[in-house]
């Protein structure tokens, strides 16, 4: 079946300008999740979304990152005004369930780059 | 201190050999530990995963979590080309509504033919 897609694939965009980077999980799981990975850095976590559930918002590094779930699936992550430490890989990850050590399946990715 | 410290290697190999990548943590509320996978431009996957002490085998991949030593291991016996990736540690707590993942830097593997 499908797994997680994310898109764009790449984006590359000018400092200052806003990005929106969108997640579509497996049909079906609740639980979806943002990472940022950065060359020689773990997965940062960013936004927790779970069910109806309000988000965990803590990882995000600043006011400019904001996140949504529509309707149970489809996220958009977006990122204003960017900046050049923000270039990084942005990861999304969707689950069946909250918690339990349960899988997690992984988009592709989306590379940010910020000139 | 990071909480996950990972070796970032890379670690390279020859065809056929024993290799043996680990992680060190330093907070005991630390329950639930995985080994992802993580081929270049793709997304982690899931290797193994185990609950608290103790080992787990999977055909030719072996995860040991040593609670005490607050260290875990993932061996990999008769290593193949197609295993040269990325091995990421990551690691929760077991309390309810614990759902965050900390990711070691992940380790580069590279296995020679």
């Known amino acids: 079946g499908a797994g997680v897609s994310q898109s764009p694939s790449n984006k590359v965009t000018e400092k200052g300008k806003d990005v929106e980077l969108r997640c579509d999980p497996i049909s079906g799981h609740t639980a979806l999740y943002w990472y940022r990975q950065s060359l020689g850095q773990g997965l940062e976590f960013l936004i927790y979304f779970q069910g109806n559930s309000a988000p965990d918002k803590s990882g995000l590094p600043s006011d400019r990152f904001s996140a949504e779930r529509t309707g149970g699936s489809v996220s958009t992550l977006t990122i204003q005004r960017t900046q050049q430490e923000d270039s990084a890989v942005y990861l999304c990850a969707s689950s069946s369930k909250a918690g339990g050590g349960e899988t997690q399946y992984f988009g592709p990715g989306t590379r940010l780059l910020v000139l | 201190q990071k909480e996950v410290e990972q070796d970032p290697g890379p670690l390279s190999v020859p065809e056929g050999a024993i290799v043996s990548l680990n992680c060190t943590y330093s907070?005991?509320?630390?329950?639930?530990f995985m080994w992802y996978r993580q081929y270049s431009r793709k997304g982690p996957e899931l290797l193994m995963y185990?609950?608290?002490?103790g080992n787990k085998e999977d055909g030719r991949f072996t995860a040991q979590v040593d609670k005490s030593s607050k260290y875990i291991s993932l061996f990999i016996r008769d290593s193949q080309p197609s295993d040269s990736a990325t091995y990421l540690c990551?690691?929760?707590?077991?309390?309810?509504?614990?759902?965050?993942?900390?990711f070691g830097t992940g380790t580069r593997l590279k296995v020679l033919a």
């Open positions: 907070n005991s509320a630390f329950q639930y």
């Open positions: 185990t609950y608290s002490s």
């Open positions: 990551a690691m929760r707590g077991a309390t309810s509504g614990t759902y965050k993942y900390i």
